[in-house]
């Protein structure tokens, strides 16, 4: 992998939560570049030269890292986390939609990362529900104040439409457990007293001595 051994990053203005910082952890770290060209980048019908990069991959401690890597940068040749040209292709087609809750962890902490159409919008409307100001927003987006202002409004709308449609949830601490009814029992009214169920007497308990049973009041 050409850029993974020599510690270059391709120029394509595109922010990574990785960085290059885990190439020194990969397998691959240190091998020369024609070696790597060879192993990484084999022709597509070469299936043995294939399997080989595949079984370098199989035990590498930072294979995640190189996928997201090849996604993000558009790395479109060669064999990255472990898989090929093939088989990462439905992976870049649909990387807009794509939604990696970690890349927005890492915005809210303030990371420099690069964001996907749908990870963007969830973060607009995180930090609309966080109380952000247009201006903050603009400043972590980088964007102008105007469109940081129209995006947080459009966030508003979204959390307004989806109370009225569904409702707003009660908190935990003040929602009330039911308790159990009984099976063809309705509910009581407010402000009425209910009857005490009593297990019935059994015919073979004799009857209680010296006093009688008054029933309540």
Known sequence: MRHITAHEKPNTGLRSIAGTSWHTRAACHGMDFEDADAVFFPLPRD?????EAKEL?????????????????GLKEGIWGGLTEAERRPWHE????????QRVTAFFNGRDVHLTKAERQVVIDHAYVRGWRPDRLAGALQISHKHARDLLRKAANRVFDRDRTYGVPRPKNQRKKAGP????SAPAKPGTRQPVSRPAASA???ASLGKAECPTS
């Open 47 to 51: 299936h043995e030269a294939i399997a």
């Open 57 to 73: 991959c199989g035990w590498c401690p930072v294979r995640g890292d190189c996928f997201d890597f090849a996604l993000e940068n």
């Open 94 to 101: 649909g990387l807009s939609q794509r939604i990696d809750y």
């Open 181 to 184: 009814n009984k099976a063809g």
């Open 204 to 206: 073979s308990t004799p």
